[in-house]
């Protein structure tokens, strides 16, 4: 014989009992004349909620410097117009959490390049408030601005950051964009209005999504990977950042000087790792609200790779110029793991790594590659191009950085990205 209590639906008083309960579910049956003896109460599970992250980004303006002792191309670089220790007019994003509303305000005119590196674990409500300060350098120029995750899918257009499908930050107001990482992966994000000047202009960040694999699994120890790859294969020891961008000084110039630039002509005369070039690549991590940064106070994120021999190092690379490069480390096998935030793996699950010599980024992808370096010494991550590596068409620099590997155990676990 059927049970009645379980052929009966939930009834209002049953759903009521479980939206007005302290936090747990309980599917009560009706009670009346015929009602069967009472059981215990089916008790579901509450639902966890998901993790929480909270960011504030303003947009603006400013100033940075690139390498001194480039030669000068007249009349575009330097910029006249540039304060002390700079050089290169530029727009930016700048992390401004935590700032009171006056201090926040205080950051118009002081962008930096690139933008702030974010990271976040899979499955986090991400909420990430933006505020355009306008342009101390041209405040005839009203554009607003966006935050675009470059390859994210998003859940609906509104948090996309593409003007036409959704809205733009005009001057003086701030929009907060929700995010939900399912994916693990490199992303990058930039400023999406008037995007082609606003990208080269300096609005581009690295943003990457740890993978809960980073917890454990059943057939995984807990650790750092980077994707859910279940068998632990993306684990890595400590990770670095890159975001790869060209900088064309006369753009930068014609923005400074309220003139019109011509894109059909265009033609770098910078190439950067995290908004530096080399030499300046090799610098330490700076603090953009510490004046006593220096002559990089602006671009404070350091392209230096550090690490003990024998460990597995990731490098989270991204390109957000407009040409593909090609980067190499001589003497030192390079496993690509994952492009454009999707883990290699066929279709029948089988790993489709690519173990190489050199790496190619077109624009606008990604990157995920792990190497392990057997011996104590010092290496050159570069671009093979031979443009990129100069300074305004001259000298040793552009896309160049050093990888020094210490003796086993002589440098401590790494607390995050790029230290």
Not at 200 to 228: H, S
Not at 265 to 288: E, H, I, V
Request: aromatic fraction near 10%.
């Amino acid at each position: 014989m059927t049970d009645p209590v379980r052929q009966r639906s939930i009834s209002r008083r049953a759903l009521l009992a479980g939206v007005t309960g302290l936090g747990t579910w309980a599917v009560l049956p009706e009670s009346g004349s015929d009602a069967q003896p009472r059981r215990p109460a089916a008790v579901l599970p509450r639902a966890v909620p998901n993790p929480t992250a909270t960011l504030h980004l303003a947009a603006t303006d400013g100033w940075v410097s690139m390498p001194q002792g480039s030669p000068a191309i007249s009349p575009f670089w330097p910029d006249p117009l540039a304060p002390p220790n700079a050089d290169l007019y530029v727009f930016g994003f700048r992390d401004v959490t935590g700032l009171s509303a006056t201090e926040v305000t205080a950051q118009r005119g002081r962008a930096q390049i690139t933008a702030p590196l974010l990271g976040f674990d899979q499955e986090t409500d991400i909420k990430i408030k933006l505020t355009n300060l306008g342009l101390a350098q041209r405040p005839d120029l009203v554009d607003g601005h966006t935050v675009h995750w470059h390859g994210f899918r998003n859940a609906i257009p509104l948090f996309d950051g593409v003007p036409e499908l959704s809205i733009s930050v005009p001057i003086g107001r701030e929009f907060t964009y929700f995010y939900r990482p399912h994916d693990a992966g490199t992303y990058m994000y930039h400023c999406h209005f008037e995007d082609v000047e606003h990208v080269q202009m300096g609005m581009t960040g690295i943003v990457y999504v740890r993978p809960t694999q980073n917890a454990g699994t059943a057939d995984v120890p807990p650790g750092r990977y980077v994707y859910n790859d279940g068998d632990g294969s993306t684990r890595y020891d400590r990770e670095f950042a890159l975001m790869l961008t060209e900088v064309w000084a006369e753009a930068h110039y014609r923005d400074a000087h309220i003139q019109t630039t011509d894109w059909t002509d265009y033609k770098p005369s910078f190439f950067a790792f995290n908004g530096r070039c080399y030499p300046d690549t090799l610098a330490p991590n700076g603090d953009p609200l510490s004046p006593a940064a220096g002559r990089l106070r602006y671009q404070p994120v350091s392209s230096l790779i550090t690490a003990n021999a024998g460990e597995r190092v990731l490098l989270r690379l991204a390109n957000l110029g407009y040409w593909n490069h090609t980067l190499t480390v001589d003497g030192v096998d390079l496993l690509v793991v994952g492009k454009d935030a999707a883990l290699l793996r066929g279709r029948d699950g089988s790993a489709e790594y690519q173990v190489t010599s050199t790496v190619e980024i077109g624009p606008g992808e990604s990157r995920d590659v792990i190497f392990t370096v057997p011996e104590a010494g010092t290496y050159l991550l570069y671009d093979r191009d031979l443009m990129s590596l100069a300074n305004a068409g001259g000298g040793r620099g552009g896309q160049l950085t050093e990888i020094r590997i210490s003796p086993p155990g002589t440098l401590p676990a790494q607390t995050r990205a790029n230290a």
